[in-house]
Structures are given as structure tokens and as C-alpha cells.
């Protein structure tokens, strides 16, 4: 499985942006999408993750700012960003859990900051 994760960049504190991570090859009909993100010189943590049938999860520091989503059809994953602030700056990496595989895309960097 490949992972191919666009959409960061520079946004100002309380700016919005929205990821996105095209999954392609042997995609398993039941899997768990992700988006992880690591921060300088800390160490990488959940963002949110979301099912194949819709269930998300997210990680207390994003919860009721980011709102994680999927298009099947696609296979795609979307992270929307809103009220994004300078702690939020990271390096924002895609995941996909398979059956018996667990895959990481590139990363992409978001900078929080005036």
C-alpha cells in the first residue's frame, strides 16, 4: 500500500487547513486510516483515526477542532483543520492499518504561525 498525504503549509494561528492521504495498491475492504503527526523533539501522537465504516477517534488536543473523514470509493482520508494554533505545528503523517500491515505515508508539514 502507498500513501501519498498533500495539504500542509503556512497558515496564520486560527486558520484552517485540510489534509488529504490517497491510499493505493492492496487496500483490504476493513481497515483504520490515521493521521499522526510529530512535533519537533517530541514524539509522534495520535491525531485522529477513522474505520473503513465510519467510526473516528481523536486525540484530546484536537478534539472539537479537526474533523477526520473518508471517502471509500476514493480511498482517501481528509483531515480538516480549523482554529489551528502554533502548538498544533508538526509534521502530519498518514497511516493505514490493514489486516496484518500497518503503512506510513511521507509526511506532510503544517506551520502554525504569524
Known amino acids: 500500500v502507498q500513501l501519498q498525504a498533500s495539504g500542509g503549509g503556512l497558515v496564520q494561528p486560527g486558520g484552517s487547513l485540510r489534509l488529504s492521504c490517497a491510499a493505493s495498491?492492496?487496500?483490504?475492504?476493513?481497515?483504520?486510516m490515521a493521521w499522526y503527526r510529530q512535533a519537533p523533539g517530541k514524539q509522534r501522537e495520535l491525531v485522529a483515526q477513522?474505520?473503513?465504516?465510519?467510526?473516528?477517534n481523536y486525540g484530546d488536543s484536537v478534539k472539537g477542532r479537526f474533523i477526520i473523514s473518508r471517502d471509500n470509493a476514493k480511498n482517501t482520508v481528509y483531515l480538516q483543520m480549523i482554529s489551528l494554533q502554533p502548538e498544533d505545528t508538526a509534521v502530519y503523517y498518514c497511516?493505514?492499518?490493514?489486516?496484518?500491515?500497518?503503512?506510513w505515508g511521507q509526511g506532510t508539514l503544517v506551520t502554525v504561525s504569524s
Open positions: 477513522i474505520t473503513s465504516r465510519g467510526s473516528t
Open positions: 497511516n493505514y492499518r490493514g489486516a496484518s500491515h500497518v503503512y
Open positions: 495498491g492492496s487496500i483490504s475492504s476493513n481497515n483504520v
